[in-house]
């Protein structure tokens, strides 16, 4: 029903053209966007609601404003269920469908870059919770890395390789357990570890029907550093189509594509 959903979405010009907008730039108000189109602001208002509902745009408040980002999770969902399977190592090969939609990129109108990216999750936010912060868990759909944390205010939070090495190193800010969860992040890999600390929301709301809604947002980029065009770049959007086939299914998707 998802892919249903997506597809139904992009089948139409008008909405194709939103989401290159937002891919030209992203985090864009309504008043932005609508200036861009031949048609009334409603019109306009009425795409982006079923965008919106087909999950491939998040909004944000920013102040007064409202402000709208690409989500580029059900792309790689789709990806992985339509390609990916029948072609994995030549799956390469068609990272343009990706990238052509892929959202957070750009520049938020705030001057700061900024990602922002939602999923719904066939799973109890307990134990989406349980799959963000415990180690058995990230081990598996998190390149392989697991997390060291308490999740106490102020202690660290980091993951690291299967040799033991750290990855990505940062600190809790707020743990609230299981709605919200807030840390740094500095990757420890060249040429990213040049970069200043960053800063990651995980915002976790229970739905109907047992259902989590997951937004992560990640911001505090000093500019389009490296860390930020290599997140933006599939980072995320791996990483959360990954935890979300492993807790519906029991298994994450295959490595090496």
Not at 62 to 84: A, C, F, K, M, T
Not at 234 to 244: A, F, P, Q, R, V
Request: proline content about 7%; charged content about 25%.
């Amino acid at each position: 029903m998802e892919d249903e959903a997506v597809f139904r979405a992009l089948a139409d010009p008008t909405r194709r053209r939103l989401l290159d907008l937002l891919f030209e730039r992203d985090g864009r108000t309504l008043t932005e966007l609508d200036s861009e189109l031949p048609m009334t602001r409603f019109g306009v208002m009425k795409h982006l609601r079923l965008l919106g509902e087909a999950g491939l745009i998040t909004t944000r408040k920013v102040g007064r404003e409202r402000l709208h980002y690409l989500n580029s999770v059900p792309i790689q969902l789709i990806s992985d269920r339509w390609i990916n399977k029948y072609s994995a190592v030549r799956a390469s090969a068609l990272a343009d469908l990706k990238t052509a939609l892929e959202g957070g990129n750009g520049m938020a109108t705030d001057s700061h870059p900024k990602l922002v990216y939602q999923i719904i999750i066939q799973a109890p936010r307990e134990r989406v919770w349980e799959a963000i912060t415990k180690p058995e868990f990230t081990s598996r759909y998190y390149y392989g890395s697991t997390l060291k944390t308490d999740l106490s205010v102020s202690s660290p939070f980091t993951y690291h390789m299967p040799n033991g090495s750290p990855i990505v190193e940062g600190e809790v800010v707020a743990s609230e357990p299981p709605n919200r969860l807030v840390h740094t992040y500095h990757s420890l890999w060249p040429p990213m570890n040049e970069d200043a600390p960053t800063k990651v929301t995980w915002e976790l709301e229970a739905m109907p029907g047992g259902v989590t809604k997951v937004t992560v947002v990640h911001e505090d980029f000093q500019g389009e550093t490296a860390t930020y065009q290599g997140l933006q770049g599939g980072g995320w959007t791996w990483i959360l189509s990954n935890m979300k086939t492993l807790l519906e299914t029991g298994e994450p998707m295959p490595q090496g594509y």
